[in-house]
């Protein structure tokens, strides 16, 4: 009878006292990341007027980031981030015969949504999207003199990734983003491959 007492307790405790299974992606999470970035410009409106540049540049790009994410249940996880991240080497110049343009974007910022699917209980796959905004300053040189102007552009970004936890509390993802900046008088689009590390509070 003992023997059966102890048997039903160590089941009831593997039953119901057992802890359970640990949400890899609940939380927030703090992270650096870094990777490539192109931005490419074509007639872009701004405080100096429409400005007569075609141009593309491929730059480095680092940033940080801060994130709430969580776990819904049957793999379906949602979440909000914000980051800041800055460009190395990444000014675009050009112009005319008669004037000689540079497009500097200084630093940027965004504010997104993200939602995904646990393709295992570690590795997730996912889309996001939202608001970006990049600060940008502009330099027009012509015959006439010099003209210089900061611009705050608005934008809208999407993309899509995968993150992976690697050991308790820290996660590794690797994301493309698509950014577009530009307006009906001209295009202003940036692409971005990142890299990333987060640490799971």
Known sequence: MRNYFLSMLVAATMLYGAPAAAQNFTGPSVGVQGGWQQE??????????VLPIDRSRDAAVAGVFAGYDRELGRGFVTGVEAGFSIASSDKLRGGTGTSAITIDPKWSFDAT???GYLVTPETLVYVRGGYANERIRATMASGSGTGTSSDNR???LVGGGVERMLIPNVSARLEY????FGDSKGMYDRHQVLAGIAYRF
């Open 40 to 49: 490419k410009v074509r007639t872009p409106n701004t405080n100096l007027g």
């Open 113 to 115: 949504a993200r939602a």
């Open 154 to 156: 608005d934008g809208w």
């Open 177 to 180: 983003r698509f950014t577009d």
